[in-house]
Nanobody, 120 residues
Framework: QVQLVESGGGLVGAGGSLRLSCAAS????????MGWYRQAPGKQRELVAS???????NYADSVKGRFTISRDNAKNTVYLQMNSLKPEDTAAYYCRAWRVQANIASNIYWGQGTQVTVSS
């Protein structure tokens, strides 16, 4: 099992910045990718950004150029730096850890979520 603990959400005005953190513990050797998803009320959960243990990153088009994902392997922690925030970024943000092999995801774990609210 992998436990994920998120922090860093909150309320910010449009154009502001926030940094989310997700610390993994437990059987972290069983996963090789981590990322952030978000879910706004009435919408499906969507990928925001992901990063592999090798450092490869992937971003949703809506956040490219504004958000940056990074990881500290020694601390088993992944970060999401969010700049130039927009009201449409308002959502619950969830950390996810998984193992990806041959484009197939397994050993999927989720954090409890942290709320990000961007006021206009």
């Amino acid at each position: 099992q992998v436990q994920l603990v998120e922090s860093g959400g909150g309320l910010v005005g449009a154009g502001g910045s926030l940094r989310l953190s997700c610390a993994a513990s437990g059987s972290v050797f069983s996963v090789n990718a981590m990322g952030w998803y978000r879910q706004a009320p009435g919408k499906q959960r969507e990928l925001v950004a992901s990063i592999t243990s090798g450092g490869s990153t992937n971003y949703a088009d809506s956040v490219k150029g504004r958000f940056t994902i990074s990881r500290d392997n020694a601390k088993n922690t992944v970060y999401l730096q969010m700049n130039s925030l927009k009201p449409e970024d308002t959502a619950a943000y969830y950390c996810r850890a998984w193992r990806v092999q041959a484009n197939i995801a397994s050993n999927i774990y989720w954090g409890q979520g942290t709320q990000v609210t961007v006021s206009s």
